[in-house]
């Protein structure tokens, strides 16, 4: 078979105008648009890692921001809680310091109380018991008594000291009044008489004297002037037993307070 070398060489250039055309109107607009496309394509993957980044970083960042924020409400929480349990605490101290006061001054009030009242009871129960006595010796006071208390009274003036004679006699002189002498009842002439005889000898002068009977001097005598004042009578040991029970009581009225249930506090007597 013989070959066209014509038809052949006509194929070959028509091949090769082909491939030429192809290259250059087809396959170089499609390369074009290719790496257009792989670029554009490229920029949007660079620019969604880009936002993918961004959005990680903004995602730690609030998560972080959520964590500080969490550990902030646990904190403020923590905070409130203490606070509020310590506020709860000194509510409570303060309530039990202002019970404890309260008790404290109703015992208080209560012991004083009870102690005035042990108190006013002794002083009752000692006065009742010295008017009694008084009304006993005052009863009891006769003729032979009231003999022997003037004896009693004249022998203290005999026996007297030589500085009370001397304080005495010193009254006795500067003053212009007589010697005022009491007796708890009528003094006879007689006791009055061996009386003034006394005084005359204890002070070696004739001494004026004015008697007086005087109901509050219990079975005794009393002598008065210028301010110097010498005498017995049963009245000068109740007063004397009055002051040592005076003195007992005020000194035990704590104890009578602890006795009827209080505590040893500082009371205020009632006195006499």
Known sequence: MLIDWFTVGAQVLNFIILVWLLKHFLYRPILTAIDTREKRIAAELADAAAKQLEATQERTKFESKRQAFDLQCAGLLEQATQQAKAERERLMQEAREAAAALRATQATALQHDQQNLNAALARLAENEVFD?????????????????????????????????????????KSSADPVLVRSGFELPAREQATIHNALNEAFAAEVRVRFEAAPAVICGIELTVNGQKLGWSIAEYLQGLEHALDVLLDSQAPQFATLHGSGPQDASVATK
């Open 132 to 172: 009694i006595v008084r009304k006993t010796f005052s009863e009891l006071a006769a003729a032979d008594l009231e003999e022997r208390i003037g004896e009693v009274f004249t022998r203290r003036l005999r026996e007297l000291d030589a500085s009370s004679k001397t304080t005495l006699a010193s009254a006795i």
